[in-house]
């Protein structure tokens, strides 16, 4: 049996013996590999990989501004080397950019929070649901499959002056005006929109805890809170740590929200996203993309604490994983 | 008596909070102009004068909503069509240097929007596309690709490797065991993905939302968010609502249709 399937495969069951063969096997998939990643890589290159790099590049050049000592407008690029960053830091410049970086950092860490206590909410209402499951999961996918742009609108609606969430509230606050309100209208539509995400997540992962385990917990005595908190969340933590780094990367760059409930401009709401955005508008294409640039690292740098310090598993069961060859290799044995 | 109530509130909690905001946008939709600012629970009498409003001459809504169909088509066929070697390969071959090409795919779909859009803008500029359908397209296929690839790698691992190998014994090439065996079997995950990939074009809206300032050309979800009233300066809430029902019911319904699939096509890759 191991010798038949050796021979075409090259895939994960080939046993490590027959050296020769493999080895054979092994170059015939890493040339077929790399001719069938090529496209792939080739589109990313040229729709991601180019206006990042040539982002950075525009980043430490400024549009020139005045006119010549003839009187001709100057037009084209001056390099600047970094002082679209300096600028960044300080001065009026400088008060926008922090403006932003506060916004977009409040908004990430209050409704990335706000949402995943909810997501584990609606997760183990739905574990626990015996009944109306199929309406629950469909329920639960119509704020994902609104358009942000949409809900935007919708929740633009809702906190109007006038509106409905003022009537049920008995309250007069101006959601959508520049103030301090406008935050929270942000942070309610977002955790809407997203919460039955990570509930969908977190749900996946509640179905795979064996049911003994909990049996065992309660002959030992243990409460529903203990269960929850020594079983459960150390079970769901791999989903978990995923589904929150997603949200976080997905809160940082946030865009359609804001700019649809509230609008362009506004100090309150404005977004590291969004200011990259007027600046462009503006053709000042080097600030822009300097804002851009700082936001892209802001995220890397989150990404990769998470992966490292939280070993958040992006990569789940899509690796090339040991333990499964190993499993392979004695079923073949068996064989 | 705790038990056989809460968990029917739990669930009446979760309808409430998830179907609420969308039910009024329905309701506001459904009511006539004049009603507008009403706060009852549905609308008295219905009217579907908000509706025809939306399909008014001078919006071009219809032009639209065409659009946002081929945009979202075109960024679903051409993700399909690259991303399905690249995923087959990805869960079938062994080489070296695999965990870092996933790596890279996931990698490349965290990329904030914005360092896209903005060097790609000037580009577009530079090189006449702005206004162009390949202008929405092309950036799209930035964040539709890596989720493409993600997706079907998790599918086609999931598929019965043993009989491609069958397939090869019995004559076979590796091209005709991918076209004949694998394809059929994995049809369920493409056409997830296909789904998912295709919300999330039809969803998309920075992208649209820069490159393109022809009324002509802009895609449905710009188009709402640019309605403007009969005075110009009061919001159309009621067209707005109704437009807004207009492109969300068909992917309600898609998600009514597809629940199974859709869930386990988003979670893929999230729980081992």
Request: net charge positive; hydrophobic share 55%.
């Amino acid at each position: 049996m191991a010798t038949i399937l050796d021979k075409p495969s090259g895939g994960a069951a080939r046993p490590a013996r027959a050296p020769r063969r493999g080895g054979q096997a092994r170059k015939t998939s890493r040339r077929l590999a790399l001719l069938l990643l090529s496209p792939t890589f080739l589109v990313l290159a040229l729709v991601v990989g180019y206006p990042v790099l040539s982002g950075i590049r525009q980043s430490l050049f400024a549009q020139a501004e005045g006119l010549d000592e003839n009187g001709f407008v100057i037009e084209g690029e001056r390099f600047v080397g970094l002082d679209n960053y300096t600028a960044l830091f300080s001065g009026e410049r400088g008060e926008a950019f922090w403006n932003a970086f506060s916004n977009t950092t409040f908004f990430t860490v209050t409704a990335v929070t706000l949402e995943t206590a909810i997501g584990v909410g609606l997760a183990l209402i739905m574990h626990q649901a015996l009944r109306g499951r199929a309406l629950i999961r469909a329920s639960v996918l119509v704020p994902w499959a609104v358009p942000t742009a949409m809900s935007g609108l919708l929740w633009r609606w809702i906190f109007q002056p006038d509106g409905v969430a003022n009537t049920l509230l008995g309250q007069q606050i101006l959601w959508t005006a520049d103030g301090i309100a406008s935050k929270f209208a942000i942070i309610i539509a977002e955790v809407w929109k997203t919460s039955p995400f990570i509930g969908l997540l977190v749900l996946a992962g509640l179905q795979i805890i064996p049911k003994e385990v909990y049996e065992a917990a309660r002959v030992d005595g243990a409460s529903a809170w203990q269960q929850f908190r020594l079983i459960t969340l150390p079970l769901i933590r791999p989903a978990l740590v995923v589904a929150v780094l997603f949200r976080l990367l997905d809160t940082l760059r946030m865009f359609d929200l804001p700019f649809v409930l509230v609008g362009a401009n506004k100090d309150s709401v404005e977004t590291l996203s969004m200011l990259a955005w007027m600046e462009a508008g503006n053709l000042r294409y080097g600030v822009a993309t300097a804002y851009a640039t700082v936001l892209f690292l802001y995220i890397a740098v989150i990404a990769y604490t998470f992966v490292k310090v939280l070993g958040a598993d992006v990569l789940g069961d899509v690796r090339s994983a040991k333990p499964k060859k190993k499993q392979q290799k004695k079923k073949e044995a068996k064989a | 008596m705790r038990r056989v109530v809460l968990p029917y509130l739990g669930v009446a909690v979760i309808l409430v909070f998830c179907l609420a905001p969308f039910y009024w946008m329905v309701v506001s939709a459904f009511r006539r102009p004049s009603d507008q600012f009403d706060s009852g629970p549905w609308p008295s009498p219905w009217s579907t004068e908000n509706l025809e409003a939306v399909f008014a001459p001078g919006n071009e809504f219809g032009r639209a909503l065409v659009n946002s169909l081929l945009v979202a088509g075109a960024t679903t066929v051409l993700t399909l069509l690259i991303g399905v070697f690249t995923a087959y390969t990805l869960a079938r071959l062994d080489f070296r240097g695999k965990n870092v090409v996933l790596g890279v795919v996931i990698a490349t779909s965290m990329f904030p929007g914005i360092s896209q859009v903005v060097p790609l803008l000037k580009l577009f500029i530079e090189i006449d596309w702005i206004n162009t359908y390949q202008a929405m397209v092309v950036p799209s296929l930035g964040f539709a690709l890596p989720l493409a690839v993600w997706n079907l790698t998790v599918f086609f691992r999931q598929l019965p490797f043993e009989l491609e190998q069958a397939a090869m014994i019995d004559g076979c090439s590796r091209g005709q065991a991918f076209r004949k065996i694998i394809i059929p079997l994995a049809a369920p995950g493409v056409f997830t993905t296909a789904i998912i990939v295709f919300i999330m074009a039809w969803n998309e809206f920075i992208i649209a939302f820069s490159m393109v300032n022809e009324k002509e050309m802009q895609t449905a979800t710009v188009a709402i968010a640019k309605f403007t009233g009969v005075s110009g300066f009061d919001q159309p809430f009621g067209t707005q609502m109704a437009a807004a029902v207009v492109v969300t019911v068909p992917l309600v319904v898609m998600v009514l249709i597809f629940q199974r699939r859709i869930v386990a096509g988003l979670t893929a890759g999230g729980v081992k």
